[in-house]
């Protein structure tokens, strides 16, 4: 026959085990929070590390927006559509803007951050890209003869034939 000291015990025991069980989840849980919170940190911080913040522009400000559509022939077409107007700052770095004068492209928009600022150079930037290419040619060719490097600092691994 059981004794009311027995019970009594046996109670004591169970309210011990489940109180030592409830300690040890709860710390459980507050480690893997501290784990998944230093994590996300460090992903954040890696995330983070070749980002820059985007350029912050103004109403009335002339702006660049990147080409979305797919479609065939677009190989040889601009990337950008410019210049647009930018008419209203809305938030998280997104802007309404407006073309300015008539060339290809939506009339009215809004669009995130424009890439690029728009330079009232040459119409869709073609002068700044044949710049660029004549200004980093390596070679020399001469008519009837063979390549040679204008650059002597180049590795000897490199042959001209």
Sequence with gaps: MKQKEDIQIKHLLED??????????????NEAKENILRLQAENKKQYNKHRKPAYNYKPGDTVAIQRTQFGTGLKLRPKYFEP?????VNKHDRYEVQKIGQHEGPNFTCSPA???AWSSGCPCGYQLLADHFRSHD???????????WRDSSLPAAISTR
């Design 138 to 148: 390596r070679t020399e060719v001469t008519r009837g003869s063979q390549p040679t």
């Design 114 to 116: 424009p890439r690029t």
């Design 16 to 29: 011990e085990l489940s109180e030592q069980f409830i300690n040890k989840r709860e710390t459980l849980r």
């Design 84 to 88: 647009y107007e930018v008419t209203k």
